[in-house]
């Protein structure tokens, strides 16, 4: 059976593994980043990690046929490298395919938009598979996105296509971290929560979400989500608000590409049926009913496995 190396890139942990062509993952392990020492540092020490777990499963570069890369944008698809990405500071120019390519005998390699790679890995291996029209949310520090469009990936002009986090949801309101106002990010994500959380705390409204969170400084949506398990009322104001965003954008994902299924992965979701229960109702209300009609919301299946298996599948892809 075909492999390929994958790896995962991103601003904290650089995650790694071996994957078979069927999606199972023979092996994996991760590296801290370490992004502000810069790109070199970084694909040096991933590489050396991944050369160890070569050795351990008794593989060897020609033993697979293809490097995959899933990293966050946005991205510079021709040079293999990020370009002008936040989260990784100081990394745009320098080429993270050839770098890795030439770490293991030269072998072809492929770099990919993170949630791009997680739409087309949950489309082949997880909660899309066998399905035609498959759309990848990623709820958590941000908001991403991915689209299986009759059974391709959808890549763009430039590969960085379907950064759904920001979709305008308003003309105005909070600040996105891409420096626009109104962003589906800035109202959804689980740090845009815990904003909204936050603020309604230091307005002084009554909670027992700060028994769990000591200061307002430190509260979460961890926190927000023990608070709902007691009863709490701002916790599940702040909930029913955040899941009716949600539901907006999902409505406008609906509209956008009419798919047979939205798959949803991220921190957030660890709320469970609190979350898809009253977020399919939420969307529906935003959607054509015709489309609505035939989108199931689904949570995602890969688990934390989305960004590796997600690269295997672009390298699988790119190596025909």
């Known amino acids: 059976m075909r492999k390929v190396l994958a790896f995962d890139l991103g601003g904290t942990k650089f995650a790694f593994g071996v994957v078979n062509e069927d999606g199972s993952v023979l092996g994996s392990g991760r590296v801290e980043t370490f992004a502000e020492k810069g790109p070199a540092q970084a694909c040096d020490r ?3 990690a991944a050369h160890q777990l070569l050795a351990e499963l008794k593989l060897k570069s020609s033993d697979f046929v293809a490097i995959g890369v899933a990293s966050p944008g946005p991205l510079d698809i021709a040079r293999g490298c990020v370009d002008g990405s936040p989260n990784l500071p100081g990394w745009t120019g320098h080429s993270i395919t050839d770098h890795l390519g030439a770490a293991f005998g030269g072998l072809p390699a492929r770099i990919d938009n993170d949630c791009n790679a997680a739409a087309l890995g949950e489309f082949r291996f997880g909660a899309g598979k066998g399905r035609r029209n498959v759309v990848y949310i990623t709820v958590s520090t941000g908001i991403g996105g991915g689209a299986v469009i009759d059974g391709r990936l959808m890549r763009g002009a430039n590969g960085n296509a379907a950064e759904l986090g920001h979709i305008p949801l308003t003309l105005d309101g909070p600040r996105c971290g891409c420096g626009n106002p109104g962003c589906w990010e800035a109202y959804a994500s689980g740090t845009a929560i815990a904003r909204r959380t936050r603020e309604a ?8 979400i700060l028994k769990f969170a000591g200061t307002i400084d430190q509260v979460t949506t961890h926190h927000l989500f023990q608070a709902m398990d007691e009863g709490d009322a701002l916790a599940r104001d702040i909930w029913a608000e955040s899941v009716n965003y949600l539901g907006r954008g999902l409505g406008a994902v609906i509209n956008t590409f009419n798919p047979d299924v939205i798959v949803v992965g991220g921190g957030v979701t660890a709320a469970g ?7 399919r109702k939420s969307a529906a209300q935003y959607a054509f009913p015709r489309l609505s009609a035939v989108c199931s919301i689904v949570p995602a299946a890969l688990g934390g496995n989305v960004g590796v298996v997600g690269a295997a599948a672009c390298a699988f892809e790119h190596a025909g």
């Open 46 to 48: 991933v590489a050396a």
């Open 273 to 279: 049926d609190a979350l898809f229960v009253p977020m």
């Open 201 to 208: 705390l230091a307005a002084g409204r009554p909670s027992s």
